[in-house]
């Protein structure tokens, strides 16, 4: 049980600190909130961007890879170049029937690296991580509580 626990709690750290440790690196974390890239990268999945230099943009995507958008919204958008026409870019998401309207080379944030599906959810809000930490101490309470009613 001890070695569960310590390998559980090995991979929730290396996580945190890659996930909060990237930004350093120039790589942005976001979470999907739409379907439009199912069954790539699902709703609620945790994306990793690599942001693009925009003077380097056309160098570093190609037709096939999944870029990050700003649209002037809050969240970027997460498409699919399906067509690179000198600094016009054609996204679609994989999901949706119609291609987007053609973007410039400037309004790409960056490239994704790799998406984790679902643990998206909870960088969502700060509930799920109440929850989690309600749930550690309530488990490490009655821990000692059974441990204190075993000595007596």
Known sequence: MKIIRWILLAIVSIFLILTLGARLFGVQYYVVRTSSMHPSVPKFSLVYIKELNPADVLDEIQVGDIISIDTGGTLPLM???IEIDGST??????????ADDP?????????????IPVLGFLFMSVYPWIIITLLIILYYGIRYVIKELKKA
Do not use: V
């Not at 973007?103 to 998406?115: A, C, D, L, P, T």
């Open 79 to 81: 498409h699919r170049i």
């Open 89 to 98: 870019i054609t996204t679609k998401g994989d999901h949706n029937d119609t």
């Open 103 to 115: 973007i410039n080379s400037e309004q790409i944030i960056g490239i994704m690296i790799f998406s």
